[in-house]
């Protein structure tokens, strides 16, 4: 990868900095975290028009083409576009089974399109874009304007470009609400205080190739995600309580012996929960933090768990503890941090990933989140023993997995057994 230039050499130029990243931003800037969403795509695909549409996600959504430049503190600053060096579509042939890791550059722009081919109706398209400004509502609602240029363009139906304003941090709504922080963070179940003597800023060594993490995958049939969902109305637990408890039964059924102490930390997102509500492309990283920690017994009950989990958060919502949690970040991300998170359970859960407007002549088959580190460098934020990614793609709930160590292939057993008799409950 090509040496970054220096941050300083560019603030110089005070017009080309549009702003310095919020807490809720910067934790993505170390590493160059990009988030990625993967299509497998049979029928007859005209790359060239795919890469046309690129270009309008570009125009419509400016700050895909910004970049991100450091100074020596680490600190991430948003910078304005050059034009001049935007990347296009990457075409090529290949594997489509497989996903490899782009050339992407932080300090050149902030999304990319890979699109690779098979033979003449076989097709992977990936699009990243960088995790500092854009979470998961963002960049779904990237990818469905994707789609949605490229259908207009092979249609021969009219395009109409509406710029959209650079996105705003989730620190800059909580201010404009009147929120201020609280006593308590929300995290408190799963943190602990880190030793004064810690170095909270490991070495920063030089940054090694891009590295891409493609989680593992458990994916249930229609009918058995169908019975999930009526189980949660049927109970009045939320879906996503039943799928955190079931998630968190299949990690204490991997340890040997009975209950077992775990903690969970999962993102939350306030979009909708803010009056007016945030559009997908008006907020960066929208995602407040709320937490649960029990003894988890495999032989006791999965519905008691689930229920003790959504009321948890629907008091942490109904007290603001998850709006003002982002006020806390500091204190748990990055340089400052001053509390360790590390041991956790993460459970990501962007939910039902919307039909996204294709042309007759394709078909999207498959639909996977991937992530990519730019530059890895040492860890200097919250390290969890295992992260689940859930989401819902054609009727389909699908859990992903990253970390589990060896034992990987027993814990996914071990969800989609848990998964699978969840939904046999509701027969």
């Known amino acids: 990868m090509p040496e970054l230039p220096h941050a300083c050499d560019v603030l110089r130029d005070e017009v080309d900095v549009l702003r ?19 299509v497998s795509v049979r ?65 050149g722009q902030l999304a990319y399109l890979d699109v690779v081919g098979s033979g003449a109706d076989q097709w992977r398209v990936t699009l990243f874009a960088h995790h500092s400004i854009a979470d998961a509502g963002h960049c779904v609602g990237l990818l469905s304007g994707l789609w949605d240029f490229y259908t207009r363009i092979v249609d021969c139906a009219p395009i109409t470009v509406v710029p959209q304003a650079y996105p705003k941090p989730l620190e800059w709504y909580v201010e404009a609400h009147g929120i201020v922080r609280s006593v308590a963070s929300g995290f408190e179940d799963v943190t602990k205080p ?57 990690c204490a059924s991997e340890t040997v012996g009975g209950a077992v102490p775990l903690g969970c930390l999962y993102p939350v997102d306030l979009r909708s929960r803010f009056d007016p509500p945030v559009a997908a492309a008006a907020g960066t990283n929208m995602a407040g933090m709320a937490s649960f920690a029990a003894e988890v017994d495999p032989s006791g009950s999965l519905m008691e768990l689930a229920q003790r989990i959504s009321g948890r958060l629907a008091r942490d919502l109904s007290s603001g503890i998850v709006h003002q949690s982002v006020l806390h970040f500091p204190d748990f991300y990055g340089a400052a941090r001053t509390y360790s998170l590390a041991g956790h359970i993460a459970v990501t859960n962007t939910g039902v990933v919307p039909a996204f407007r294709t042309p007759a002549a394709i078909a999207l088959t498959d639909y996977e989140i991937v992530y990519l580190s730019a530059h890895p460098r040492p860890s200097a934020g919250a390290s969890a023993s295992v992260t689940f990614l859930v989401y819902t793609f054609a009727r389909e709930l699908t859990v992903g997995l990253l970390g589990g160590g060896a034992n990987t292939d027993g814990l996914l057993a071990a969800v989609r057994a848990e998964l699978t008799a969840l939904s046999v409950a509701c027969v």
């Open 20 to 38: 310095t990243l919020a807490p809720s931003e910067q934790r993505f800037v170390r590493h160059g975290t990009y988030t990625g969403r993967s």
């Open 43 to 107: 029928g007859a695909l005209d790359p060239v028009a795919l890469g046309e549409a690129f270009d309008f996600v570009r125009r419509e959504y400016p700050v895909v083409a910004c970049r991100i430049m450091e100074d020596t503190a680490g600190q991430g600053y948003l910078l304005a576009p050059d034009e001049q060096a935007w990347t296009p579509a990457s075409v090529r042939q290949g594997d489509v089974e497989t996903v490899d890791p782009p050339v992407v550059d932080p300090a």
């Open 194 to 250: 880190l030793p004064p003597e810690t170095d909270v800023v490991p070495a920063a060594g030089e940054p090694t190739s891009s590295t891409l993490a493609r989680p593992l995958r458990a994916r249930l049939d229609p009918d058995t995600t169908t019975r999930i969902v009526a189980l949660g109305r049927k109970s009045g637990v939320t879906v996503n309580g039943l799928v955190t408890a079931a998630l968190l039964r299949a």
